[in-house]
């Protein structure tokens, strides 16, 4: 999904709160913006939205000399999912919706929301766009499926996803991350929690998106080839949605006004979409 206006006051608004979050000096914060514009400035509407964010990012830890400049949130965000009581999921639909509501914990949204709040008032709503039973249907019948990672902490709920599927069928789950620290994306380092029950695949893309101009020949040969892809998150959604040759779930909360227009829903809907 290629940029639009909107998306370029949402990409420097990213740097300002990472400026705020390490708690950096005028001149640093002023350094930083300058760079994030002068990037913008670079791209054209053609590119996506994770592939200038990539590059906004990577301007960030070379002024900072962070290489992971959201760490703590990240760490932060772990902790608050495995505080969250998930007793109540009691199928694979239950994991689906815990999943995307898991979505929130996002640190460059657009809007932000509360985790133990939204999961209180959303678990019980209905999907905006709900592609489900094919998604169950194609289940059936699956032996290996693709689950491309979003943030840090929603990997949380992401594991029993993955353990609810892997109760009811006999299939090897992949899941993707990124190849490297950008935005609070789940990495290698932070999927060691769902290595019990999943083969951790580190793409090399160090977008936040699976883009597949970056992604490394053993990830795509495994994305190719999967029965089942799952792609959590909107920025799995903008650089795959209209970009990938195969079908593909998309699983996020719309969070921007932006992906809103695009598929015709509002911000906070859930989102259960099938590409094809």
Request: glycine share 6%; proline share 3%.
């Amino acid at each position: 999904m290629h940029i639009k206006p909107d998306c370029i006051g949402c990409l420097l608004n990213q740097s300002l709160k990472v400026s705020k979050l390490l708690e950096l000096d005028d001149d640093t914060s002023k350094k930083i913006l300058d760079r994030s514009a002068e990037i913008l400035i670079d791209h054209d509407l053609s590119d996506t939205p994770p592939q200038i964010a990539k590059d906004i990012y990577q301007a960030i830890s070379a002024i900072t000399g962070e290489e992971d400049p959201v760490s703590l949130s990240k760490e932060r965000a772990t902790r608050e999912a495995m505080k969250i009581d998930t007793s109540f999921v009691q199928s694979i639909p239950d994991a689906l919706k815990l999943s995307v509501i898991g979505n929130v914990i996002d640190f460059g949204a657009q809007n932000q929301f509360d985790l133990q709040e939204t999961i209180q008032k959303q678990f019980g709503l209905s999907f905006a766009i709900d592609d489900g039973e094919a998604f169950m249907r194609e289940l059936e019948k699956a032996r290996e499926i693709v689950i491309i990672g979003d943030n840090t902490g929603e990997h949380v709920f992401d594991k029993l996803l993955i353990e609810m599927i892997q109760k009811e069928y006999d299939v090897l789950v992949h899941y993707f991350v990124r190849g490297t620290p950008i935005i609070n994306d789940v990495t290698v380092k932070e999927a060691q929690l769902l290595s019990d029950c999943a083969h951790i695949v580190d793409t090399g893309v160090e977008t936040p998106g699976y883009d597949l101009e970056e992604a490394n020949a053993a990830s795509r040969e495994i994305f190719d080839r999967a029965d089942i892809v799952l792609a959590k998150g909107m920025g799995n959604f903008e650089s795959l949605y209209q970009q990938a040759e195969r079908d593909i779930y998309f699983l996020f909360i719309v969070k921007c006004t932006v992906v809103a227009q695009a598929i015709g829903q509002e911000i906070k809907e859930m989102i259960f979409k099938r590409s094809f």
